[in-house]
């Protein structure tokens, strides 16, 4: 009886969160999508798990393309899926059930929990007290979620005006994937920046380089605001943002357990 959580985070929330569950449902593996190196893989577990933060209303790009392309999901496996987003998710979970419909397969259980905001074009980080309650929040929905999943239970996966929700997020997506190249080239460095490179390290998709010991963004940007918000001078900005804005990141996760989750598979 083994789970394997597939994940994505760039900020820590969505690391968190699976390791959180993975404390409470026991024997489980978490795997960062963006370490899978191997074209195809088929997991050798009998329960999967899905754990991503919502980007524009929907998966972000790299963990849709890892499940349409590189996930062969086991026969009989049963399959749960937890969104986490700071305050709106519409048809995200839908899309990933659609996803997996296309490929043969049913969702088993699917949740959601508010985690902070890390999309500093919105704002900077959320208060103490509303991140320390939706911490609370997302820990106690994660417990119920752990013990239904250990007893392989049925959550009901579907929702009235689910292709409605469905539908915005389609429309939400085409605009955030015309923007992705396109905000890349916001980002840009200001006087604090010390040419240390973690920006680089802590690059999901291996987007960044140093370019005369500044950190230069290549054209596959996922948009997850890592090098952004794990800069340790508040070095790193985005055109049309105020450089004050206070900046977030996951206050139990420390930007190794991302490096390194990136080299662990
Ligand atoms: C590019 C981008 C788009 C986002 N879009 C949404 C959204 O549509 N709805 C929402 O509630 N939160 C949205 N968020 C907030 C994140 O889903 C949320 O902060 C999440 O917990 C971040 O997870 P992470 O720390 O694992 O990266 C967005 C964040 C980013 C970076």
Redesign the pocket.
Known sequence: MKTIIYY????????ALARQLSGKIGNTETIAVNAVKQERIKPDADCIGFMF??????MPRIFDNFIRYKLQVPENAYLFAIS???????G?MAQLKKLLKSKGHTLNLAGGVK?????IPFGGAESEKTQTGKFLSADAALAAMAELIKNRSSHPCHFFGESVYRLISVL?WRS?KKRLVKDAARFYTDDNCNSCGLCMKVCPVKNIHLAMNKPVWGDNCE????CLQWCPNQAIQMLGVNPARSRY??PDVNINDLINAKADN
């Open positions: 994505f985070s760039g900020t820590g929330n969505t690391l933060p919502v980007y524009a209303l929907n986490n987003y700071a305050s709106l998710e519409f995200a985690m902070p905001s890390n999309y939400a955030f948009q997850c605001l890592a990141h996951h």
